[in-house]
């Protein structure tokens, strides 16, 4: 029995796409940077240094005229009345005459090998030196410096190159139809 053939083509569709591009540039932003110096202003005075040697010099007889014409008359004083108590002894070894002796050839021998000093000099010590430091301090003044940022962002920038799309047909669809051989001779 003779069969119809049939013959089916599909539809094939194409695309063809390109991507879009896109690309982002951010700037650096701008800056303005402005600076003050701190300021430092330090001035430094001396210290203070005081040295008493008046006591140095007073033991060495040499101090000013009124401490060395109070001790002079200290020292005329106990000289005086050491020269009384002497001659209160004198009187009494020469009254003593009873007791024998020579007490005028002793009193003389005596006085040969007397030694008379006059102390003019006041009391040594090792530390009759005074000496005092005052250490004066520094006067400082100082301002703090400053930094003054001012900063502007600059925005991004974007650019957008579409891409393409294009769709096609690459094959239509159809359908064939192959009828049988008949044979027409009969």
């Known amino acids: 029995m003779p069969v119809v053939q049939l013959r089916q083509t599909y539809a094939r569709l194409g695309i063809d796409a390109d991507l879009g ?9 701008d800056f ?10 330090a001035t430094y005075r001396k210290g203070d240094l005081t040295i008493d040697q008046s006591r140095s010099w007073e033991a060495l007889g040499k101090g000013n005229v009124f401490q060395f014409t109070a001790l002079v008359a200290n020292e005329a004083k106990s000289l005086a009345l050491q020269g009384i108590a002497k001659r209160v002894e004198i009187g009494n070894r020469l009254a003593a005459i009873h007791n024998g002796g020579n007490p005028i050839a002793d009193m003389a021998a005596d006085n040969f090998f007397e030694d008379f000093k006059f102390n003019y000099e006041g009391p040594f010590s090792t530390d009759s030196v005074d000496i005092q430091y005052r250490a004066n301090r520094p006067e400082v003044n100082y301002e703090p410096g400053s930094v003054d940022i001012q900063s502007k962002t600059n925005s991004p920038e974007i650019s957008y190159t579409p891409g393409k799309l294009d769709i096609y047909l690459a094959q239509k669809n159809s359908i064939e139809m192959i009828p049988p051989q008949l044979d027409l001779k009969v």
């Open 32 to 41: 303005q940077i402005t600076t003050r110096m701190a300021q430092l202003d």
């Open 21 to 29: 591009q896109q690309s982002i540039r951010q700037p650096r932003p």
